[in-house]
Each structure stands twice: as structure tokens, then as C-alpha cells.
């Protein structure tokens, strides 16, 4: 998987190597935090940009960490594993902006990337989050699908594609858990203006 910079290791020096160098990753880790709009957490503060990604954290932020990832990538799921928890801290501080843009590897990537962006920037990072944790449950239900099955996509849009993955592997029960309707979520899945956020963000990375 191709990833935006080196964000193979949960260290300040890798999140440095990913922001644009050691000065960079020094600047984030030693300015002084920056107060929230109300003195709220940055934590809280989410938007999606005009690149189609999402983004948590103070916006105006020295250090803009953006990562190209896709859900089923296990090195993206193991990143997130042992590195959001250190880059959590410097986005709460307000030094580092972090902007997530779901890239594809495969079409298992459209339904899990449509429906963890259904409901915008805020449930993203905890649904994205999950999904990461539970790559290996959801995903290995791809190995069961029968051989018609996988014909039977071949003559499907790319939303009827998306709509039928999600169903085989639960990925519509599983967003339900983080309040994404059963309905928003079909809504979701059938919206072409979805898969066309979704071919922004990988024409961008080529």
C-alpha cells in the first residue's frame, strides 16, 4: 500500500518524516498547545475538505498530517493500531492537524469507505477506527463468497456493487452501531456522488 509518507511507526520521528521533517515533527511536539474554539478539545473538531478527506483537529495547525489509506490495508490497520494513540495527543494539543483520505485497493475498499463517511466528519475517525480493529472479521467474510456471487457483480453499477459487498460482509449492522441508520446507510451506498469522492481522492494520489 502506498501511504503518503513514512507512517509505518508510531514515533514522533515517523510523524515528522509524514509532516515534512524532523523540524516539522520538533514543531509539533515542543510549540505550546493551542486553546480550542470555547475551550473545548481539538479532539472535537472535525470537517471534511475540499480534497474530499477528513479532517480532525485545530485546521490552523503548524504540522498538516494527511494520509492516503485504505480500510482493507492491513499495514493502514496495524498504523492505526500502534499510532493513532501518540498522534491523538498532538492533534489534541492543537499542533497537528490530521486528514484522512480513503483511498481504494480493491472494491471491498467502496462499501466500507462509503459508509464510514455517511454521516461526515465526526463519526468517521471512530467507525474508521473500528474498522481498522475489526479488519480481520469483516473482511475475512470476502474468502466465504461464492463463486456466483462474485459473477454475479460483474454486471453490477458501482453502487449495486458497493450496496451488495456491504450486505455479505455486514458492514450495514456494523456502522448501525455508531448510528448510521439502516436506511442512511442504503442511502449511502447508492449515492453515485459517493463513488465520486471516492475516484477524487485516488486520481489525486496518482
Known amino acids: ?4 509518507a513514512v507512517l509505518a511507526a508510531a514515533s514522533l520521528l ?16 515542543t510549540t505550546a498547545p493551542v486553546a480550542a474554539p470555547a475551550g473545548g478539545d481539538w479532539l472535537s473538531v472535525t470537517s471534511k475538505t475540499d480534497k474530499e478527506g477528513m479532517l480532525i483537529g ?11 489509506g485504505a480500510l482493507t490495508c492491513s499495514h493502514c490497520a496495524e498504523f492505526d493500531k500502534v499510532g493513532r494513540e501518540p498522534l491523538m495527543a498532538l492533534v489534541k494539543k492543537g499542533t497537528v492537524s490530521y486528514e484522512y483520505r480513503t483511498f481504494l485497493l480493491n472494491a471491498f475498499d467502496v462499501p466500507a469507505s462509503l459508509l464510514a463517511r455517511c454521516n461526515g466528519p465526526a463519526p468517521f475517525f ?15 467474510k470476502a474468502q466465504t463468497l461464492p ?5 454475479k457483480i460483474q454486471g453490477m453499477s458501482p453502487n449495486q456493487t458497493a450496496d451488495f459487498l456491504a450486505e455479505a460482509l455486514g458492514l450495514v449492522d456494523f456502522v448501525g452501531q455508531f448510528g448510521v441508520s439502516k436506511d442512511k446507510a442504503k442511502a449511502c451506498l ?15 494520489r496518482q
Open 147 to 151: 463463486a456466483d456471487a462474485q459473477q
Open 58 to 68: 485545530n485546521p490552523a495547525a503548524p504540522v498538516k498530517l494527511i494520509e492516503f
Open 14 to 29: 515517523a510523524l515528522a518524516g509524514c509532516s515534512g521533517g524532523e523540524d516539522a515533527g520538533n514543531q509539533a511536539s
Open 126 to 140: 471512530p467507525i474508521s477506527q473500528q474498522l481498522f480493529a475489526t479488519q480481520h472479521d469483516w473482511l475475512g
Open 190 to 204: 447508492a449515492d453515485p456522488a459517493g463513488v465520486a469522492a471516492l475516484e477524487k481522492i485516488a486520481k489525486e
Open 1 to 4: 500500500m502506498k501511504r503518503f
